[in-house]
Structure formats: structure tokens, C-alpha cells
């Protein structure tokens, strides 16, 4: 079946530092990749998503790249804040079938 | 646009009672979804309506949960009765149809406490 494997947490960095997660999946068909994140007493929110191969999502100057030679969906930062402290967690959907599958989340924390 | 409402927001219950909580999606999205997340991991879906039918259930643990979606809005779902490893967060989530492209949009989660 399919599956999403990301990095082990929890992941802290200073303000300004760079931010990569990785996540990796496995899937059968096309699926479409995504990275939600969850803010502390919140519900899941869709931070971006790519839909075929070579597409990249981005948002909030959050930025992710789908690569299926390496079936990878890493997301990327270049100067992380404060705000951004939040668990984030890698999904794909379409696979073998419409669910969403999701990693086991990445909690990154941001130090002023 | 108002998002996806759950309540009650926490809810702390001894093992073997019953507990239920509630969903309301966004108006006018046909399908719904109840995920459980328990801590440390992703949400894993329990069930799936499309209007008032069951799509897909096939991870529920049908001996103590069940759900409902009365008149295709609304919905609830029951523990009865609750187990320790029940203890997670409830997250219901709603889009406008099934299918890939679809997106989901999540409510802030019910999160019970078994004792």
C-alpha cells in the first residue's frame, strides 16, 4: 500500500536558519504530494502541494519539489521565523486509491 | 467563509464509557471524513461519507465506533466503549467531492483523554 516516511523530529533552528524536511513516499499510480502543517491548538491546513512529477508547490515562501526519480517531496525554507513553529506533515493522495496518507509529522521548533 | 466546527474541543472520559462528537463542514462540501491522530503520528482516516453514505469505513473499528451523517451535513461519531488506546485527536474534515484533486479542509480536532 502507500506510505510517507519523513524525518524523525523534533527539528530546532534559530531564527533566519535555513529549513529542510525530508519525506519520501511510495505509491503506486500518480499521486498527488502535499505538506500540511498543524500551529499548536490548531487543525491540519494545506501549506502546498504538487499534482505530477517536476511540479513544485510553494507558499509562504515554504517550497517543495516532486521528484519521482527519487520519489521524494522535501520541503524547503530559506530563512525560517518564529512563526513557523509547527508540526508539518507530508501526505500524498492517488495512489492505489483517494486517500490522503499521510508521514508520522516533523515538529520544528524556532528559536529567537 | 466559516471552516469546519467540531465540539467539544476536549473531552476527558473513563474507559468503558461512551463519548460522541460532533462535525459540521463547510456548507455545501459533500464529502466528510473523521481521522484519528494519535500522538506522534499522522492522522489515519477512521470513515468517509459522500452525502449521507458511507464510502469508505474500512478502518473503523466497528465493534465500539460508529458514525453518522444524517441529511448529508451534519455528522457524529460514537465510542462505545472507550479503551485506553482510544486516547487521540479527532479531526473531521470536509471538501466539495471525492477524487484526487479535492482539497481537504480540517476542523481543530476533538481531543479525548481515556482514563
Known amino acids: ?112 | 467563509e466559516a471552516g469546519v466546527a467540531q465540539s467539544p474541543r476536549y473531552k476527558i472520559i473513563e474507559k468503558r464509557q461512551s463519548v460522541a462528537f460532533w462535525c459540521n463542514p463547510i456548507s455545501g462540501h459533500a464529502t466528510l471524513y473523521w481521522y484519528q491522530q494519535i500522538l506522534g503520528q499522522g492522522p489515519k482516516l477512521l470513515i468517509q461519507f459522500q452525502n449521507n453514505g458511507v464510502v469508505d469505513d474500512s478502518q473503523l473499528p466497528k465493534d465500539r465506533f460508529s458514525a453518522e451523517r444524517l441529511k448529508g451535513v451534519d455528522s457524529t461519531l460514537k465510542i462505545q466503549p472507550a479503551k485506553l488506546e482510544d486516547s487521540a485527536v479527532y479531526l473531521c474534515a470536509s471538501s466539495l467531492g471525492d477524487g484526487q484533486f479535492y482539497e481537504q479542509y480540517f476542523g481543530p480536532g476533538t481531543r479525548l483523554t481515556v482514563t
Open chain 1, 1 to 112: 500500500g502507500d506510505s510517507v516516511t519523513q524525518m524523525e523530529g523534533p527539528v530546532t533552528l534559530s531564527e533566519e536558519a535555513f529549513l529542510t524536511i525530508n519525506c519520501t513516499y511510495t505509491a503506486t499510480g500518480y499521486p498527488s504530494l502535499f505538506w500540511y502543517v498543524q500551529y499548536p491548538g490548531e487543525g491540519l491546513q494545506l501549506l502546498l502541494k504538487a499534482t505530477k512529477a517536476d511540479d513544485k508547490g510553494s507558499n509562504k515562501g515554504f517550497e517543495a519539489t516532486y521528484r519521482k526519480e527519487t520519489t521524494s517531496f522535501h520541503l524547503e525554507k530559506g530563512s525560517v521565523q518564529v512563526s513557523d513553529s509547527a508540526v508539518y506533515f507530508c501526505a500524498l493522495r492517488g495512489g492505489s486509491n483517494y486517500k490522503l496518507t499521510f508521514g508520522k509529522g516533523t515538529l520544528l521548533t524556532v528559536n529567537p
